[in-house]
Structures are given as structure tokens and as C-alpha cells.
């Protein structure tokens, strides 16, 4: 599991194959505080108007369970799709803290 998360972090994060495992841990916590900028604001928002917008149902006529299954499919949808668009915003941001700190 340590492997796997070391390879991502490689993949997401190339600054960081010179550092240690306590390295890393400590030079991404740091990196995460750096602030958003302005594109990485304008991406999430973006991001989130798009996901709210492909998730949008109506309800009328459901049951309280049909309502329930609806809501947490809709929630197992929405998940990855945020990962997928609001994830790169957030890498950005870490990656330009990482080249901060160097």
C-alpha cells in the first residue's frame, strides 16, 4: 500500500522523489496550506457548477426509500466526478507550494 501511495505521489508530485517518506509527509502538509489563486478559485467553481448540474434530479412522486436510493446514488456519482474535476485545481496548488519550498 505504501508502494502504491509512494508511486501516485511520484506521478502527481515529480518534486518530490528526492525526499524521504517523513519528508514528503511533512513537504505536502505545508505545501496544501499554500492559498488558491485565482484560476485554481475559478476551476472549482467551475468544477462544482458542472457537477451540481449533472446531478440535478427531481423527486416528485418518490417514496421516502425511493428518495433514499436516489439521494445516495446521486452521491456515488457526484463523489468521483468532483475527484475528477476539482482534484487537478487541488494538485496545482500543492505543486506550486512544493516549488515554493524548494
Known sequence: MDRLRELI??????????????DRARLLQEA??????????????????????????????FSLVDRFAVMLANFLVAVPLLVVTVGPFLV???????QKRR
Open 9 to 22: 505521489e511520484n506521478l502527481l508530485y515529480p518534486e518530490l522523489q528526492a525526499h524521504g517518506r517523513k
Open 32 to 61: 496544501s496550506k499554500e492559498p488558491l489563486d485565482f484560476l485554481e478559485w475559478a476551476g472549482i467553481l467551475a468544477a462544482l457548477v458542472l457537477v451540481v448540474s449533472f446531478t440535478r434530479y427531481g423527486v416528485a412522486g
Open 92 to 98: 496545482r496548488r500543492t505543486r506550486r507550494g512544493l
